[in-house]
């Protein structure tokens, strides 16, 4: 079963730090893009960032240029999603994805989905 499974989510005060991870099975991680999306209340999902098959190249939202940095293990079939000096507004579900062409900085092309960890940052 081809699967991507987000965990590390949680509380965080403002200016602190957590880890996302994503473990994907059944997919040979290393031919594919993962990319971290986010979803608040009543808003769109929005792209986060993104990394490409081998891991040599990173994109990432202005909202978060900085101060996350994705990454992503292929031996392990682990990507993870490094959030620093988190802001409230950071707070949101947040989607780990993988697909094989995808359009930067857009859902277009993502095709492996996780259910989402929740990410909530207190002022």
């Known amino acids: 079963q081809v699967q991507v499974e987000e965990s590390g989510g949680g509380l965080a005060q403002a200016g602190g730090s957590l880890r996302l991870s994503c473990a994907a099975s059944g997919l040979t991680f290393s031919t594919y893009v993962m990319g971290w999306f986010r979803q608040a209340p009543g808003k769109e999902r929005e792209f986060v960032a993104t990394?490409?098959?081998?891991?040599?190249?990173?994109y990432y939202a202005d909202s978060v240029k900085g101060r996350f940095t994705i990454s992503k293990d292929n031996a392990k079939n682990t990507g993870y999603l490094q959030m620093n000096n988190l802001k409230p507004e950071d707070t949101a579900v947040y989607y780990c994805?993988?697909?094989?062409?995808?359009?930067?900085?857009?859902?277009?092309?993502?095709?492996?989905w996780g259910q989402g960890t929740q990410v909530t940052v207190s002022s």
């Open positions: 994805a993988a697909g094989r062409t995808v359009v930067a900085g857009t859902r277009f092309g993502f095709d492996i």
């Open positions: 990394i490409n098959w081998s891991g040599s190249s990173t």
